[in-house]
Nanobody, 121 residues
Framework: QVQLVESGGGLVQAGGSLRLSCAAS????????MGWFRQAPGKEREFVAA????????NYADSVKGRFTISRDNAKNTVYLQMNSLKPEDTAVYFC??????????????WGKGTLVTVSS
């Protein structure tokens, strides 16, 4: 069993930055990938970014490439999402997730409860 707890969401003006954190506890295996999804009001949940255990592999949605950076601190079992140049369309609930496979919605083994990010124009 793995527990994921997100933090760092809030209200920010367009062009601003936020850093989300996801603290993991429980039985975490080294082959687990971790990452972030988001769900905007009235829209489906979508992939944002993923990272493997070593940090050598990262993947981003096209909509956030060049603006968001995912990283992890294995000593703290924590994954981060640094979000820069935020846009109103980034407004969503951001969910941390982990998978033993490719990180897609269908493959997620555990979800966090989410943290709300609101970007004002």
């Amino acid at each position: 069993q793995v527990q994921l707890v997100e933090s760092g969401g809030g209200l920010v003006q367009a062009g601003g930055s936020l850093r989300l954190s996801c603290a993991a506890s429980g039985t975490i295996f080294s082959n687990y990938r971790m990452g972030w999804f988001r769900q905007a009001p009235g829209k489906e949940r979508e992939f944002v970014a993923a990272i493997d255990w070593s940090g050598g592999y990262t993947n981003y949605a096209d909509s956030v490439k060049g603006r968001f950076t995912i990283s992890r601190d294995n000593a703290k079992n924590t994954v981060y999402l640094q979000m820069n140049s935020l846009k109103p369309e980034d407004t969503a609930v951001y969910f941390c997730a982990t998978s033993r496979s490719v990180l897609t919605i269908a493959n997620v083994d555990y979800w966090g409860k989410g943290t709300l990010v609101t970007v004002s124009s």
